[in-house]
Nanobody
Framework: QVQLVESGGGLVQAGGSLRLSCTAS????????MSWHRQNPGKQRELVAT???????NYLDSVKGRFTISRDNAKNTVALQMNSLKPEDTAVYYC???????????????WGQGTQVTVSS
């Protein structure tokens, strides 16, 4: 049983900032790569940013220079700092983690419930 709990979504004006946080809990043996995805109705879910267990990060081209992903392994958390937000960033943002638990011999993916980010013009 692994649970991802998100916080930080909301409504902001274009040019504003928002910080999303996600905390993993449960029978975690190893928390591997973590990532943020986003999705709008009628659109495919897209990968926004990933970060490896050792802190190597990758970003969607459209958010490079504006978003920063980070993690705290001691707290089992991942965060997404979003600056210079644009209306195009409006979406439901989902936290994802690749997790090895005490009940399995291979890692499994866990997903958060999603949090709405709305950027007004």
């Amino acid at each position: 049983q692994v649970q991802l709990v998100e916080s930080g979504g909301g409504l902001v004006q274009a040019g504003g900032s928002l910080r999303l946080s996600c905390t993993a809990s449960g029978s975690i043996l190893s928390l591997n790569a973590m990532s943020w995805h986003r999705q709008n109705p009628g659109k495919q879910r897209e990968l926004v940013a990933t970060i490896s267990r050792r802190g190597v990060a990758n970003y969607l081209d459209s958010v490079k220079g504006r978003f920063t992903i980070s993690r705290d392994n001691a707290k089992n958390t991942v965060a997404l700092q979003m600056n210079s937000l644009k209306p195009e960033d409006t979406a439901v943002y989902y936290c994802n983690a690749n997790v090895l638990t005490s009940r399995s011999v291979i890692p499994n993916d866990a997903w958060g419930q999603g949090t709405q980010v709305t950027v007004s013009s």
